[in-house]
């Protein structure tokens, strides 16, 4: 049984780095891609980005590339989101979810993150 828990949402300022993570169980990593996806307030699912099963190569949507980083551990069975330079148009509830882009299969709960002022 897939299952998928994310931690480290929190309340930061903008410009601020945080780091999310997620514990798998029931999955091998190198089976399969890994995709963080989030929701904005009143709006509809944003791809933030995606690391492959090979672990030869990461994906980001353009509103986060070269600011986020994907990075998973499998032998802690644990994907990780490195975001920094945090704006306050990243505030949202972030989800690890298996599978990559339009192909997802099994998701966490997900975890709030507030950039504000």
């Known amino acids: 049984q897939v299952r998928l828990v994310e931690s480290g949402g929190s309340l930061v300022q903008p410009g601020d780095s945080l780091r999310l993570s997620c514990a798998a169980t029931?999955?091998?990593?190198?089976?399969?891609?890994m995709s963080w996806v989030r929701q904005a307030p009143g709006k509809g699912l944003e791809w933030v980005g995606s690391?492959?099963?090979?672990?030869?190569?990461?994906y980001y949507g353009e509103s986060v590339k070269g600011r986020f980083t994907i990075s998973r551990d499998a032998t802690k069975s644990t994907l990780t989101l490195q975001m920094n330079s945090l704006k306050s148009e990243d505030t949202g509830v972030y989800y690890c979810?298996?599978?990559?882009?339009?192909?997802?299969?099994?998701w966490g709960q997900g975890t709030q993150v507030t950039v504000s002022s």
């Open positions: 029931g999955i091998t990593f190198t089976t399969t891609y």
């Open positions: 979810v298996k599978g990559g882009i339009s192909t997802y299969t099994d």
């Open positions: 690391i492959r099963k090979d672990e030869r190569g990461t």
